[in-house]
């Protein structure tokens, strides 16, 4: 029963080959026996699934249907949930329980979503590697000394494992992309503003968006379905009405125009994943496409201005974590400096607190014009860069990873190797495009992820791409030994 897609449940649930119920019991005790291997969840919440998958089998008996109804998942621990832990990973939440749902959640359990849980994730989001979380580093299915990536390696792993067919999870720099990549999975970062933000805990507003983790193209496809759409509650949700996306998967690729960006294929990539990439490449101009180069020529700058932006807005989203309101406070504060000091100082993780004081320089009155400004001016030039290529081609392909996944600890003593790991998924971000990662092979028993950008809203066409692609290859089918 673990092997089966969302597509798969959802086929069985309507023939009445299995219920939500046995399908959820079954899924629960394979997470109490494998979990411990990965550590992939934080929180699991057997009762409230049950109760679920229940209501979910009596609205099916009913007569009701959906792609989602009694389809087990889990969300990323950033999610607020209502009266259940949401601890973004961090030791400052560990004893926060949410008081009202993340918009996310709400929606996806309307659809009748069955919820298995909470999973791990770096610590604020912070991280491309999963080790940075309160709760200890998130272990990668396909090779348990290796990361999954992150920050969504707790949603990543626990899919690639078996445990669950879909989690939610979320991509600021690059966090749903490049664990899908690590771990052999499909992912979706949707444009900015396609998924509300509302009760999603905020690393750096203007970068943050909702997206699901799936093992294919077509569940990623049901799985957005329930969660994108405007939002009033978050004043940068989009009012764009949302295609149905499961309809757009079968359209022909036949005289699509994919642009490769000659920077893609510098130094820093592994040519193992280069040769990979051409690969999949002739597979899809065996499907139609056509491919052209094209220059993305500010992309060298992408780092630096994210890893100043970024920063910048966790330093301001952050300061709500005072000891006062949320979170975690310490023992017997002398006066108010001394809690918020000492709350701070222990609830925060030296990664959280490194970006906290980058992102306060920055904006600190005299640097602000040197190191924020310039940072946005760059993200400017960026964009600008993608909608030239978009005058030219449909979609972008490229690596998502310069590398496979690492060693666990073989980056802890330098956050900036870690930090250039994200040079091909941050641009996305900084521009706001959506993109998707899709397994694209192996180098060393570890999964390499293609990675697909398209003009705004286009998620469609995104998905379309992919299924075809896996219409006509089996790395997706892949699974790890021992899961
Ligand atoms: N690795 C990037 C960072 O650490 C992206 C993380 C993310 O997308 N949440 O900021």
């Given at each position: 029963m673990h092997h089966m897609t969302l597509a798969e449940i959802a086929r069985g649930l309507a023939d009445k080959k299995f219920s939500s119920e046995e399908l959820t019991r079954t899924l629960l005790a394979r997470i109490a026996q494998l979990d411990p291997q990965i550590?992939?969840?934080?929180?699991?919440?057997e009762d409230l699934a049950l109760a679920q998958a229940k209501a979910a089998d009596a609205r099916r008996a009913n007569g009701e249907s959906g792609a989602l109804l009694g389809a087990p998942i889990a969300h990323k621990d950033l999610f607020c949930t209502q009266g259940i832990r949401t601890s973004c990973g961090s030791k400052m939440l560990d004893n926060f329980k949410a008081p009202y749902d993340a918009t996310v959640v709400s929606k996806l359990a309307a659809a009748g979503t069955v919820t298995l849980g909470k999973t791990n994730m770096d610590e604020f989001a912070m991280?491309?590697?999963?080790?940075?979380?309160w709760y200890g580093a998130v272990k990668n299915?396909?090779?348990?000394?290796h990361v999954p990536g992150g920050s969504s390696g707790g949603s990543a792993a626990a899919v690639a494992a078996r445990l669950l067919p879909a989690a939610t999870a979320t991509d600021t720099g690059g966090s749903i992309r490049q664990p899908a990549a690590f771990t052999n999975l499909t992912g979706l970062k949707p444009t900015y503003g396609r998924v509300s933000r509302w009760g999603m805990i905020a690393y750096a507003s203007s970068l943050d968006q909702g997206g699901p983790l799936a093992r294919t193209a077509e569940d990623c496809a049901i799985l957005l379905q329930g969660m994108a759409g405007f939002d009033p509650?978050?004043?940068?949700?989009?009012d764009e009405p949302v295609p149905d996306y499961s309809a757009s998967l079968n359209g022909s690729l036949q005289g699509l125009r994919i642009g490769v960006p000659?920077?893609?294929?510098?130094?820093?990539?592994?040519p193992r994943i280069a040769e990979l990439i051409q690969a999949s490449i002739k597979e899809l101009e065996k499907l139609g496409a056509v491919i052209k180069e094209i220059s993305l020529?500010?992309?060298?700058h992408a780092i630096p201005a994210y890893y100043v932006i970024a920063p910048a807005e966790a330093s301001s989203n952050l300061s709500r974590f005072d000891g006062v309101r949320f979170g975690y406070r310490c023992e017997n504060p002398k006066d108010l400096e001394d809690l918020y000091t000492r709350s701070r100082g222990e609830g925060f993780g030296s990664e959280v607190q490194r970006r906290i004081m980058v992102g306060a320089y920055a904006l600190s009155a005299g640097y602000y014009d040197a190191y924020y400004l310039k940072a946005q001016k760059i993200r400017r030039l960026v964009k600008n860069d993608f909608m030239n290529a978009f005058n030219d081609v449909d979609v972008i392909l490229g690596p998502t990873t310069p590398n496979p996944a690492w060693k666990l600890g073989a980056k802890n003593s330098d956050p900036v190797a870690a930090y250039l790991e994200d040079v091909y998924t941050i641009t996305a971000n900084l521009a706001g495009l959506p993109g998707l990662s899709m397994p694209a092979g192996f180098v060393d028993g570890l999964p390499v992820g293609v990675q697909l950008l398209a003009p705004y809203f286009q998620e469609g066409r995104l998905l379309n791409i992919a299924h075809q692609y896996q219409l006509n290859t089996d790395w997706h089918t892949r699974t790890p030994t021992g899961f």
């Open positions: 550590n992939s969840f934080i929180s699991l919440t991280g491309s590697a999963n080790e940075s979380s299915p396909w090779n348990l000394e509650n978050d004043s940068t949700s989009i000659k920077e893609y294929f510098s130094a820093g990539l592994d020529p500010n992309m060298q």
